[in-house]
């Protein structure tokens, strides 16, 4: 029993890209790759029922990005107000001397 190819995820979209752009046709794109007409339209298939997973996993990317920016900054904020509060708590414990003149 002959073992099957394995390509990668990569050669996988190279080709149903090639396929898609339509300069050439499914055929002349499996002759050239060396891949059986069949089987690339199942990558073909795939890929299309996934491309709208793909990209609502890309917005969900970008929606998390802009609240990490947000939480950065929160962070940021706070940070700034606990310093401020230190400083004022460290002045009251240990209050500078008057200078007089």
Request: with cysteine; hydrophobic share 35%.
């Amino acid at each position: 029993m002959g073992q099957h190819k394995q390509y990668s995820p990569d050669f996988k979209v190279k080709v149903v890209l090639e396929t898609l752009h339509g300069q050439k046709s499914q055929a002349q794109v499996c002759r050239e790759n060396n891949v059986a007409d069949k089987l690339v339209s199942r990558w073909r298939q795939e890929f299309l029922e996934r491309a709208p997973e793909i990209s609502e996993t890309a917005r969900m990317r970008s929606a998390e990005q802009a609240r990490i920016v947000e939480l950065e900054h929160l962070v940021g904020q706070l940070t700034l107000e606990l310093n401020i509060l230190k400083e004022v708590f460290r002045r009251q414990i240990h209050p500078e001397p008057e200078l007089r003149f």
